[in-house]
């Protein structure tokens, strides 16, 4: 079997519900489509969605990467030897990180149906299904409430809220969706490097009768040493978010303990198989996981949660890119119940896109 060519087109999502983070609001987003077309009778789907204030990339940049750099460098290649192929792709793609996740998803998406096993499964089928949190932006407090209890009653048993701006308007908020929604429901916060080390310990400490899980990212991406200051001095698990954006990035965080966890993102670090790489990176230092995701459709998540499914380090999942995104295409991809995501069982990722 060889692959023909990459077909690609972009494709404009409203989102149902706006929301608003530390330094963007969002109310649409562009996802970019892949298809694989072989001289056989399977082919292979993958996503990018783009988010220039992260990685940089505009989607029109990331579809002419598509077509222009990633299709002739793909047509004719084997498709079981997809390790060859990402090396091919990774220096000219690596402005262009959704770009290369796309193609990585595609490539496993084939991998999968070649063998005839789900995806999640052929990468190491560690756990069935995980626990995703679901993110209420920056909102005033009632609305934050409302939300809180919303989704709660949809039966999610995990929120991740949105901060950065205000560090006691925050922590004053932590606390009152503690109250609202009782101790049994996991609370993960999320500053979007909104905070200096100063205001990051400070609300570290306002919270803490909140029982928080972890607080994600709360300075500036560049600026690793003020995160391992507030990593150093506080007592909530701290996790990089923006400041890991690649493997170098996972090796200077780990090696130097400037963090107690990591979020990797398949459209940051360029898809699946660096993914994994990241994972063993930081189970090789002992600390675990999230997998993320962007304002993603369906079957990029389905990408993310085979990948989150298959190693025990990974052990948090934050896989909620997909539920407001109206007219997603391929809506379907992943098995949502309880607040806990399930792959569909199919081959591969487990959806094929007409």
């Not at 690596?94 to 998406?109: I, K, T, Y």
């Not at 929120?159 to 908020?173: F, I, N, S, T, V």
């Not at 993914?275 to 998540?301: F, H, K, N, P, Y």
Request: proline content about 5%.
């Amino acid at each position: 079997m060889r692959i023909l060519r990459l077909e690609a087109w972009a494709v404009e999502l409203p989102l149902s519900e706006p929301y608003t983070i530390a330094y963007e609001t969002v109310d649409r987003v562009t996802n970019l489509f892949v298809r694989l077309v072989t001289d056989g009778t399977l082919a292979g789907f993958g996503c990018a969605a783009p988010a220039p204030e992260v990685t940089g990339e505009q989607p029109e940049d990331v579809l002419a990467a598509l077509v222009d750099v990633a299709g002739p460098l793909v047509a004719g290649s084997d498709p079981l030897r997809y390790g060859r192929t990402l090396e091919r792709l990774r220096a000219p793609l690596v402005a262009f990180p959704a770009a290369l996740a796309a193609v990585d998803m595609a490539l496993h998406d084939l991998l999968g149906k070649i063998a005839g096993l789900p995806l999640w499964q052929l990468l190491g089928g560690y756990r069935r299904q995980i626990v995703t949190s679901v993110t209420i932006g920056i909102l005033p407090e009632d609305e934050t409430l409302r939300h809180a209890r919303r989704r709660v009653a949809e039966g999610f048993r995990a929120l991740k809220l949105k901060g950065g701006l205000d560090d006691r308007d925050d922590a004053e908020k932590v606390l009152a969706v503690r109250a609202a929604v009782g101790p049994e429901i996991e609370l993960r916060f999320d500053a979007n490097q909104g905070y200096t080390a100063e205001q990051a310990l400070r609300f570290v400490d306002a919270v803490r009768p909140a029982n928080l899980k972890l607080i994600e990212q709360p300075t500036p991406r560049r600026d690793h040493d003020e995160l391992a200051r507030v990593t150093a001095g506080s007592d909530l698990p701290v996790m990089a978010d923006e400041s890991l954006m690649n493997l170098d990035d996972a090796i200077r965080l780990v090696g130097r303990r400037r963090v107690h966890l990591l979020n990797v993102k398949l459209m940051k670090v360029g898809g699946i198989a660096e993914t994994l790489r990241i994972s063993a990176v930081a189970r090789s230092a002992g600390l675990e996981v999230m997998v993320g995701c962007m304002d993603e459709a369906a079957l990029a998540i389905a990408a993310g949660l085979a990948a989150a499914l298959a190693r025990p380090n990974l052990r948090y999942a934050d896989l909620d890119g997909h539920l407001d995104l109206a007219d997603d295409p391929t809506r379907g991809a992943v098995i949502l119940e309880d607040g806990r995501l399930a792959a569909t069982g199919r081959p591969g990722l487990g959806f094929d896109l007409d």
